[in-house]
C-alpha cells in the first residue's frame, strides 16, 4: 500500500540557511499536517492544510511557511535556520472526515 | 495544562506475555479521539489503534486493545503476546472535534521487550 512519502530523508543545513521539505501524502487523502519533534521529545503541531487550504497552526516559527500545491502535496519552507531547529520533521496525511493519520517517514533536519 | 499523560518514561516485559501503557487525557469536549502510535528507533510513526469517544466498545486491532475508560479519562493500551520487535517509543495522542484536527502526543513510554 502506498505510504506517506517525505523528501529528503535526512538534511543538513549550516545556521541561517534556508532549507525545503517535501511531503507526498497518500492518494486521495486532501489533509496534510507538519509535526516537528526535538530529540527526546513528543512531536509537535505545526500546521494543516484541507484541499490547499490552511486548516490550522501551530507553535510554527514566523521564519517557517508551508503550502499545498493543486496536487495535494506540501512544502515546509524554513529560512534563517537555528541550532535548535535541528528535528525530525514529520508530515501525515488523511482521508477526509476520517480520523488515523498517517506518518511519513520524517525528515532528519540537522542545523550546524 | 498537560492534555496527555504517559506517567511510564519506561517499561520493560518478557516476551510473549502482556502489557499495559498507560494513558490519561483532559479534555472538556465531549467529541474526541484518541490514538496510539509506534515509533520504533528507525523513527518512522506507525499507527496502531483508535478509540472514538463515542465509541461504545474498546477498540482492538490484532495483538493491541485499548483499554478506554471514559469517566477516568484513560485509554491504556495493552499488548498481548509481546514479541521482541515491539521494543520501541509508544506515543499516545487525543484530537479533539473542533476545527482543528491537530493530534496532541503525550510524552511517551519506551518499551523493552527481554527475550
Known amino acids: 500500500a502506498a505510504g506517506v512519502i517525505q523528501s529528503p530523508r535526512h538534511l543538513i543545513k549550516e545556521k541561517r540557511e534556508t532549507a525545503t521539505l517535501k511531503c507526498y501524502p497518500i492518494p486521495r487523502h486532501d489533509t496534510v499536517y507538519w509535526y516537528q519533534q526535538g530529540p527526546g521529545q513528543d512531536p509537535q503541531f505545526l500546521i494543516s492544510f484541507y484541499e490547499k487550504m490552511q486548516s490550522d497552526k501551530g507553535s510554527i516559527p514566523d521564519r517557517f511557511s508551508a503550502q499545498q500545491f493543486s496536487d495535494y502535496h506540501s512544502e515546509l519552507n524554513m529560512s534563517s535556520l537555528e541550532l535548535g531547529d535541528s528535528a525530525l520533521y514529520f508530515c501525515?496525511?488523511?482521508?477526509?472526515?476520517?480520523?488515523?493519520?498517517?506518518f511519513g517517514p520524517g525528515t532528519r533536519l540537522t542545523v550546524l | 495544562a498537560q492534555k496527555i499523560t504517559q506517567t511510564q518514561p519506561g517499561m520493560f516485559v518478557q516476551e510473549k506475555e502482556a502489557v499495559t501503557l498507560d494513558c490519561t487525557y483532559d479534555t472538556s469536549d465531549q467529541s474526541y479521539g484518541l490514538f496510539w502510535y509506534k515509533q520504533p528507533s528507525s523513527g518512522e510513526m506507525i499507527f496502531l489503534i483508535y478509540q472514538g469517544s463515542y465509541d461504545e466498545q474498546n477498540a482492538t486491532e490484532g495483538r493491541y486493545s485499548l483499554n478506554f475508560q471514559k469517566a477516568r479519562k484513560s485509554a491504556n493500551l495493552v499488548i498481548s503476546a509481546s514479541q521482541l520487535g515491539d521494543s520501541a517509543m509508544y506515543f499516545c495522542?487525543?484530537?479533539?472535534?473542533?476545527?482543528?484536527?491537530?493530534?496532541?502526543f503525550g510524552s511517551g513510554t519506551r518499551l523493552l521487550v527481554r527475550p
Open positions: 495522542a487525543m484530537r479533539e472535534m473542533d476545527s482543528s484536527y491537530k493530534l496532541i
Open positions: 501525515a496525511s488523511s482521508l477526509p472526515l476520517r480520523n488515523e493519520q498517517f
